[in-house]
């Protein structure tokens, strides 16, 4: 069965002090690994899209990247604004829509 | 560009009433899936709708049910409601792909916050 698991449930950050977010999946055939923000009481927002091994995108502070066990999302110099949810979720080979996601990892960035 | 929009966006029902919930895509998106995220969890995909048909389904009984109209626009049913039942029900769009294409991006909208009681 496909799951995806994200570590830590919780981070609590000073502003300036850079982390990362882990995304562990275990899939029959990666079809994409996407990464979203979900703020409270909002739906989650599209980040990045990974296709393959090795793969880096970024966005401002915000960085992400795919090994085939697991993907990283890199917070460089958070700011208060980066507080939220972020969520990792795939998409597997042969299917038609459904995605898998993890519970998340709830961001506080304080000043 | 209006973005996918959800109705309505709070609602309390009581164990055993039925709800509906109401979808408009993203302009140009004519795939829409639905989600449930219960409080603290990630969203658990319930099915997606595209040309009007269920195309694939979650692990959720039968009491939740679809329909997609033909401008794309889609209703989400559930019948018998739960006290578990509350959650926050997230609709989602994109472009299909084919099967095996590209991974396609899913744009949410904001949820419906639905509370049994």
């Known amino acids: 069965e496909d799951q995806v698991t994200q570590s830590p449930e919780a981070l609590r950050l000073q502003e300036g002090e850079s982390s990362s977010l882990n995304c562990s999946y275990t899939?029959?055939?990666?079809?994409?690994l996407f990464w979203y923000r979900q703020d409270p009481g909002k739906g989650p927002e599209f980040l990045f899209t990974?296709?393959?091994a090795g793969e880096e995108k970024e966005k401002e502070r915000l960085k992400a990247t795919l090994t085939k066990k697991e993907s990283f999302l890199h917070i460089t110099a958070p700011k208060p604004e980066d507080s939220a949810t972020y969520l990792c979720?795939?998409?597997?080979?042969?299917?038609?829509?459904?995605?898998?996601f993890g519970a998340g990892t709830q961001v506080v960035v304080t000043p | 560009d209006a973005g996918v929009t959800q109705s309505p966006t709070h609602l309390i029902k009581t164990r055993g009433q039925q709800v509906t919930l109401r979808c408009s895509p993203k302009s140009g998106h004519d795939t829409v899936s639905w989600y449930q995220q219960a409080l603290g969890q990630g969203p658990q995909f319930i099915f997606q709708?595209?040309?009007?048909?269920?195309?694939q389904r979650g692990n959720f009984p039968d009491r939740f049910s679809g329909h997609q109209f033909p401008n794309y626009s889609s209703e989400l049913n559930v019948n018998a409601l739960l006290l578990g039942d509350s959650a926050l029900y997230l609709c989602?769009?994109?472009?299909?792909?084919?099967?095996?294409?590209?991974?396609?991006?899913?744009?949410f909208g904001a949820g419906s916050r639905l509370t049994v009681l």
């Open positions: 709708y595209y040309e009007e048909e269920e195309r």
């Open positions: 899939v029959s055939g990666l079809r994409g």
């Open positions: 990974l296709y393959s």
């Open positions: 979720a795939v998409q597997v080979v042969d299917s038609w829509g459904k995605f898998q």
């Open positions: 989602a769009s994109s472009a299909l792909a084919g099967v095996n294409s590209g991974a396609n991006v899913l744009t």
